[in-house]
């Protein structure tokens, strides 16, 4: 199970210190970029995405929320993945050189998805509703997960995003999820390192 760091939690008046402290411990970054129009919010930016490239070797992963996501795609082509709601695509993206997963929301039904939103590689799942941090993990997640092992022809990888903790991790592991992305799991602790540890720990359990 990779933990990939959800950065929007981060307190941003330390962010370099923290990303240097998480670097040796953690198997990525997760980055939130929000234009206030898919979701209510606004959140991180193109610019931190290029310095994080800089200051850090692990891979970068962005879970775009934003309206006409295609637009953005050549200014995010130093990124490791990028993330694109199935809402906000009429079909499959075919993008050269660029690896693209599908969001598949908490809110979303996946039997109203089209045949194409099961033909992607790489999922992230929303373990709460897109925008916003600190909510609480919702167990529809978990059928969402087993309903996408059923239907996808080939799936490499599934990250669940938001709301997990120590106790969901065992459940959402054991039914396919490869990696979770975490924010105030993480950086809600005076000791993120820990919080990092903890989270290794659990999935043995």
Same mark, same amino acid.
């Given at each position: 199970?990779?933990?990939?760091?959800?950065? $929007?939690?981060?307190?941003?008046?330390?962010l =370099?210190?923290q990303?240097? @402290?998480?670097?040796? /411990?953690?198997?990525?970054? %997760?980055?939130?970029? $929000?234009?206030?129009?898919?979701?209510?919010?606004i959140?991180l930016?193109?610019?931190l995405?290029?310095q994080?490239?800089? %200051?850090?070797?692990?891979?970068?992963?962005v879970?775009?929320?934003?309206?006409?996501?295609?637009?953005?795609?050549?200014?995010?082509?130093?990124?490791?993945?990028i993330?694109?709601?199935?809402?906000?695509l009429?079909?499959?993206?075919?993008i &050269?050189?660029? !690896?693209?997963?599908?969001?598949i929301?908490?809110?979303?039904?996946?039997?109203?998805?089209?045949?194409?939103?099961?033909?992607f590689?790489?999922?992230?799942?929303?373990?709460?509703?897109?925008g916003?941090?600190?909510?609480?993990?919702? /167990?529809?997640? @978990?059928?969402?997960? &087993?309903?996408?092992?059923?239907?996808?022809?080939?799936?490499?990888? @599934?990250?669940? !995003?938001? =709301?997990?903790?120590?106790?969901?991790i065992?459940? @959402?592991?054991q039914?396919g999820?490869?990696?979770?992305?975490? =924010?105030?799991?993480?950086?809600q %602790?005076?000791?993120?390192?820990?919080?990092?540890?903890?989270?290794? &720990?659990?999935?043995?359990?």
């Amino acid at each position: 199970m990779k933990i990939l760091p959800s950065l $929007m939690c981060a307190d941003l008046l330390k962010l =370099g210190d923290q990303v240097e @402290i998480l670097e040796e /411990y953690v198997d990525g970054w %997760h980055i939130d970029i $929000m234009d206030g129009k898919f979701v209510p919010n606004i959140t991180l930016g193109f610019d931190l995405i290029n310095q994080l490239r800089l %200051h850090s070797k692990l891979p970068i992963e962005v879970h775009l929320m934003v309206n006409e996501p295609l637009r953005y795609i050549e200014r995010l082509k130093d990124v490791d993945r990028i993330f694109i709601h199935a809402e906000a695509l009429e079909s499959k993206p075919f993008i &050269e050189n660029q !690896d693209i997963g599908l969001v598949i929301n908490e809110n979303t039904n996946t039997e109203n998805l089209p045949a194409w939103a099961f033909e992607f590689n790489h999922y992230l799942i929303m373990g709460v509703p897109a925008g916003f941090s600190g909510q609480k993990f919702s /167990y529809t997640t @978990i059928r969402k997960i &087993e309903k996408l092992m059923e239907r996808a022809n080939k799936v490499a990888s @599934i990250c669940v !995003d938001g =709301g997990v903790k120590s106790d969901t991790i065992p459940i @959402i592991s054991q039914i396919g999820a490869t990696s979770i992305a975490v =924010g105030t799991g993480i950086f809600q %602790h005076k000791d993120i390192v820990n919080a990092v540890l903890e989270l290794r &720990e659990s999935v043995m359990v």
